[in-house]
Each structure stands twice: as C-alpha cells, then as structure tokens.
C-alpha cells in the first residue's frame, strides 16, 4: 500500500474550526459526520465564481435541481476539473499557485453509493502556476509550470481519489526546469514534459512509481518539439508537437517511442478514450481535426465544421476551452466561434450534427467551458455573457437551461458523481 505524502500539499486546520462554527464555508458538516442517503444521483456540477477576495466555488445538484451549496475561496479560480474517480473538484488557482479540492459528497463505499453534502476540504495542492491537469483510470496529476524567471521549478503531483480522501497524494515530483509542460499518468509510471534545452518542452521523460516517491528513468530518444497536450488509452500515449506528434507504446517496463511528421501544421490539443483506437488532435492555432493511429502510425484530417463559416465568411474557429470527448467516447463535441456546437460520430468520424447555444462567445478568462455526464450522452455548457449553465443531450441535440440567473458569469464546470456501475476509467485533457 502506497503511504500518502503531505509533502507540497497545505492542510488549513483553520478551516475544520471554521466549518464547525457555521462560518463562511456554507455551514457544511465535518467530515464523517453527515446523514447518508444511498438513492439515486444525477451528478452535481461545480462550477465558480471569480472576484477576487470574494470568490467562491459552487455545487448544483442535478437529482435536486437545486444549489446545494458554495463556500468561499482564498484565491479566484481559473478554472475546474473533476478527480479521477467523480467525486471530486480541483480547483486552480494558476495565479495564486494553488489548487483547492471540494468533496461533492457523491461516492462509492464498498459495494454501494454514498450521496452526503458537499465540502470544500482542508487539502490544498501547492505549486508554482499549477496549469495542466490529466487523469487516466484510477490516478490523476496536476502540472506545476513553475516560474523560469524567478528560478522556481516545474514539478507534478499525481493522486487518486482514495489518496485525496486520506488527505494526501500518493507522491509528487520537482522537475529541473521551468515549463509549460504536462504528466501524464500511466498505470504506475507518469509520462512527463522535458524541457533540458530550455523553457518549451520538447520532449517525454519516465518516471515509475516507487511507493511515495519518483524514480526517474530517463528521456525518451524522440524529441518532440514544442510538445503540447497529450492523451493515453491501452499501452499508447500519444503527444502533440509543433511539427506532428509523438507516440509511445508501452511493452512493459520498456517504451518505444515514434515520431510523426505530421501533420505539418502541428497538435497541441490530444484526448483519447479506451474504447477508441484512435486519438484525437487539434492542430494550433488552427484548430482543425485530426485522428492519429498508434498503431498504423497515420494521421487524418477529419471535417468537424461541415462547411461551417463565420460573419467574414472564413472558417469557424474552434474555442479550445469548450471541446472534448463524451464519457463513453461516442461524442466528440466542439464549440465554435459563433456560438454553434457541433458534434462527430467518433464511429464514423463524420458531422452529426450542430445547434446554436449560445449569443456571445465571450474569451479569455470567462470563455465558455464543457464538462460531460459520466452517465453519459449530456454535455454541460457554461453560457458567460448570459450569466446560466446549459444542457445538450449529444444524440438528439435538444438542449435546456440547467442553471439560470446566477448574477455572475461562471468560470469553469466539472460533473462529479459516480456511474451506475462504478466503472469510471475514461480519459481526460486539459
């Protein structure tokens, strides 16, 4: 059993006081002492608000169609992920160098589910521009970029869900360099950006488990410059660069890996699910569709536009904060420039459909974000500039307002819950 390590992660003891006394948390229970109902749940989404000493983090139960409950944040939020396992929220805090977990009191004990309140724990993951997080199966990890400038370095903590409820991580690493970079997890090593020569990462090294630390196995031969965004499924993990992609397969406790050449535009953006064998490219910045295949080392311009143009008659462009896979892989699922969302058939690779949902696409820091049921066939669209959360069932494309009039615009969205069968290993990219 791996022993959980504190070590870069912050425990508030203040705050179970504070959540004790009814203070400004919402007033929820400790933890161990809530009411347990075993029924039904649809997920809850948490989703925040962004301003500044007065930010706060919310959960909108989905069975209830109500908001159960929002506590106030240290820092603003950039951005909001789910755990490996559903239950979960991270937080980021990039500009703050933090990031806050929130329990969303949906989870699995033994052979049966748990729906409790939601809190907003003591646990914090501390580190310098925390950025990029990817989870795959069981384990996730938050990218640290660190600060090239002030001579901080990048680093990596990698976590599951039974770690994050001990309190822990199940071991973190400190990187030699300052980078934009990515660790990818898989199945006890994690794949993560290198970036010797300097502040772009431009290539993979091997990091394998040992208990509650690292050992550091080396840099893979292919170089992948400019590397960006990353994915695994089965024994590939695949690597978006500026000049193609790199992939590497896993035989054992060996990897080999293979450089692409194209497509000559670049990825920088890769999802991938284990019930495809393909993966998924974004070029930047682009942003058109490619699918890569591990194994015929091919790659593949794929329409997701279906001639889509925009008010100049160019291209649609993608928003690269509003695209992803569905749970179950079925769906790819892309927001456009103009408000128009459109969704591929990943067995056929072709245009479903596409449907307008929203009249402004704002950008930067409030540019509308998706999230997807575990339950599957529903996306979940944040709407910045009207201020409410959207729903988009991907089969039929009828959608509904979920969550309206909130008096701010939302800054990021994550579906927790837990699948009707427990099983919960999909593949995740931001």
């Not at 106030?72 to 951005?79: D, G, I, Q, V």
């Not at 370095?153 to 994050?164: E, G, I, Y």
């Not at 990353?230 to 080999?256: K, M, P, Q, W």
Request: proline share 5%; hydrophobic share 40%; charged share 20%.
């Amino acid at each position: 059993m791996k022993r959980l390590l504190t070590r870069n992660v912050t425990i508030l003891f203040a705050a179970l006081a504070l959540a004790a006394c009814n203070n400004d948390t919402g007033g929820t229970a400790l933890p161990g002492d809530h009411d347990h109902d075993h029924g039904d749940a649809a997920g809850r989404l948490v989703f925040s608000h962004a301003a500044g000493s007065n930010s706060r983090v919310y959960v909108y139960d989905l069975h209830e169609e109500a908001m159960l409950d929002d506590f106030a944040l240290s820092h603003p939020a950039n951005a909001v992920y789910p755990s490996p396992g559903g239950r979960y929220a991270l937080v980021m805090h990039r500009d703050n160098d933090q990031v806050s977990i929130l329990d969303s009191g949906l989870w699995w004990h033994g052979d049966h589910p748990h729906v409790d309140p939601p809190v907003l724990l003591p646990l914090t993951l501390d580190g310098v521009r925390p950025t990029h997080y990817r989870y795959n199966g069981d384990h996730g990890a938050v990218f640290h970029d660190g600060d090239h400038d002030a001579g901080l370095m990048a680093s990596f903590d990698l976590f599951t869900d039974a770690s994050l409820s001990q309190g822990g991580v199940v071991a973190s690493r400190t990187l030699t360099s300052a980078h934009h970079g990515i660790a990818e997890p898989l199945s006890g090593w994690v794949l993560a950006s290198d970036a010797e020569s300097g502040e772009s990462a431009s290539g993979i090294r091997l990091f394998e488990v040992h208990g509650d630390h690292f050992h550091n196995e080396g840099l893979l031969p292919e170089a992948c410059p400019g590397l960006h965004g990353g994915a695994t499924h089965s024994v590939y993990s695949v690597f978006g660069c500026s000049d193609g992609v790199l992939i590497v397969e896993r035989l054992g406790n060996d990897f080999e890996a293979t450089r692409l050449d194209e497509p000559a535009e670049g990825i920088s953006i890769v999802y991938g699910h284990e019930d495809l064998p393909l993966f998924v490219g974004f070029s930047w910045p682009a942003l058109n569709l490619y699918t890569i295949d591990p194994v015929g080392e091919t790659v593949e311009l794929v329409d997701w536009r279906d001639g889509a143009v925009n008010g100049d008659d160019d291209p649609v462009a993608a928003v690269y904060t509003a695209m992803g896979l569905d749970a179950h892989g079925e769906h790819l699922v892309v927001l456009d420039e103009t408000g128009h969302v459109h969704v591929v058939d990943t067995a056929t690779w072709t245009h479903q459909g596409s449907v307008k949902l929203l009249d402004q696409v704002p950008a930067g820091a409030l540019a509308p974000v998706l999230t997807f049921s575990r339950l599957g066939g529903v996306a979940y669209l944040t709407d910045p500039a009207d201020q409410r959360i959207l729903a988009l069932d991907l089969e039929t494309l009828s959608h509904d307002v979920v969550v309206d009039e909130l008096g701010f615009a939302p800054v990021g969205l994550a579906w927790t819950g837990f699948e009707d069968d427990h099983d919960h290993h999909h593949d995740h990219d931001h």
